[in-house]
């Protein structure tokens, strides 16, 4: 049970559009709150700040000066006007040259010295008086030239009136986004339903496919960003379609191949059933083995095939040397050169060279080996030479294979279709599948190996023009170097 709750679940494209484009409008949506909550605080004191600025200028002009003594007379009515707010509390303050308060709240902050301005100027600052926030205008006067001393003069109010209207401001702003928000989150929903779309299409039409319909899809009919993935999905139906197509072929191949083999067998077997003769009974029953040989044969090289097209490159690859894997494959194939008096030999280095190692399957490059002695064994007469060698091109470094034989030779015109599966060349007698060079040629490009045909021509056989045939792979030092 615990493994399941910690089971990623699959990726929806949809939802993951659709969180990276809500997150933001949702995260964004407080910071629009806070920003509208400033700009309102800074529109909603302004009125209000120019009220205290007309109400300081008004209370200078009381100060006067009488007999060379600053005195300030503020008279009921203008008392009771500066104390009509109702809902803020409003000081004032008028402090004389020698610092004494001549009227108003004595508790009233002043301004440091560093604030001191013109003469007339009016200035604003916030402050506190009993706990409480205020914003207070002040200005400092001049009351006489001969006197160094200013007087000030300060009007200050509590904030009650500018957090109301600010609040007033946020919530006539907020509240249309509280029903435009929803409105947002339900026009991207149903873009994005319509922008994906055609994705939807898509699938559509490919689960509509017939199986064995790998006909391109149509690239004009999704949209641009869609279409790399159609064009990534028309070359993997090509590639399928020429794999099915090689697969039926060679099943075709591989049946007929087959059915020679299997229908002497079962001649053979029904002429053994009627023998009454003990002799012809023995005949029957060796054309019975040759037969089952012959098809098991085909067999092995149809799965070296199979094995070297589909699995080569899957298959996993070891720094080898060529001489220990070319000396096990002779090994195997003397009792049969033996048997055909044929002089099969070796040339070329020891093992443990620098030169003949290179990355490869040992499984796989045994087969190639073993394919080309086993035709350069059978198309070799009784008597003939078969040689296998190995050497490093001087300049390229190169390790080359050759197998030559002193048989009958490839005509020119028939080198390329050698390679093709289940081709053979008409009069040689000899009984093969036609398989053993497809699957060199397989197994060399999994290795990335070239392979070519020429005449041999060894000495001591002029009669015949023989066959060369080389494969070239890159070392793995080559490959270092480069």
Known sequence: MAIRIFQRERRSLFGEILDWM??????????SLALTWLVAQNIAGKPFDRALEYNVQALAKLVVVKNNVVQF????????????????????????????????????PQPVDDDKLQDGDVRLRQDTINGEEIRVAYTWIKVDDKKAGRVLVQVAETLEKRKTLATEIVKGTMVPQFVTLPLAVLLVWLALVRGIKPLAQLEKRIRARKPDDMSPLDENAVPEEVAPLVSSINDLLSRLKVSLTNQKRFLADAAHQLKTPLAGLRMQADLAQRETNADELKKSLKHIGKSSVRATHTVNQLLALARAETTGRSLPKQALDMVLIAGEVMADSVPRAIKKQIDLGYEGPEAGGDTTQLDGNPTLLKELVRNLLDNAIAYTPEGGQVTLRLLTDAFSGVLVLLVEDSGPGIPAAERELVFEPFYRALGTNVDGSGLGLAIVVEIANQHDATVSIEDALLPGHPQSPGTRIAVRFTTSKQVSAT
């Not at 809500?22 to 910071?31: A, C, Q």
């Not at 007379?73 to 020698?98: F, K, N, W």
């Open 22 to 31: 809500l997150t933001p409008l949702l995260l964004l949506w407080p910071v």
């Open 73 to 108: 007379s503020l008279t009921g009515p203008a008392r009771e006007i500066l104390r009509a707010d109702d809902t803020d509390l409003v000081y004032y303050q008028v402090i004389g040259t020698r610092g004494e308060t001549l009227s108003g709240e004595r508790e009233l």
